[in-house]
């Protein structure tokens, strides 16, 4: 395939949000998470198990009230899955997602991860498709999904020194 000559950006540039603090929380913490996701996404399911491999979950506070969240796990041994991620409405467009999806890629290198992955849905959540292409992230398939009856685009981005 060819690549046109086109080279992403690789530095994610994250503003100073006041207040802002992003932390791991455990298994026994899923209420938090679960709560965010109602008011984020209307639904009650986060991610189908929460039995994977170098599980992480991590919360944003802004001044220690919750306004997001970020799941991921091991896919292969290269490769770390961000599931499922979310930003309160409110609190949107600050950069609190792209703060997220930073830690996720620290916390996934630490581990000895090569790649973050994601799956997005292009015409719900166009504001991931944005940032993954903002941010060094290349498209490496798409398909559809008959579940959601939405087209779904896969995003990788390796972890390298420059993120």
């Known amino acids: 395939m060819e690549r046109f000559g086109y080279e992403p950006p690789f530095l994610l540039k994250l503003q100073d949000i006041p207040g802002l603090t992003i932390h791991q929380l455990g298994i026994g913490d899923l209420d938090a998470i679960r709560h965010l996701n109602h008011l984020i996404f209307a639904e009650d ?12 979950i991590l919360v944003a506070r802004i001044d220690g009230k919750p306004v ?5 796990y091991r896919e292969n041994k290269k490769i770390f899955y961000s599931a499922k991620g979310g ?4 609190y949107r467009r600050q950069g609190l997602a792209l703060h997220l999806l930073k830690h996720m890629m620290i916390r996934a290198k630490q581990m000895n991860y090569s790649i973050v ?15 993954a292409l903002a941010n060094g992230f290349r498209l490496i398939k798409s ?11 896969r995003f990788e981005r390796r ?4 993120f």
Do not use: C, Q, W
């Open 45 to 56: 399911r986060v991610i189908n198990s929460f039995e994977k491999e170098d599980l992480l």
């Open 68 to 72: 997001g969240f970020k799941v991921g």
């Open 87 to 90: 930003v309160l409405p409110e």
């Open 117 to 131: 992955a994601f799956d997005t849905f292009p015409n719900l959540h166009p504001g991931m498709t944005i940032l």
């Open 143 to 153: 398909d559809f999904n008959a579940v959601y009856k939405e087209y779904r685009l």
């Open 159 to 162: 972890l390298n020194d420059s």
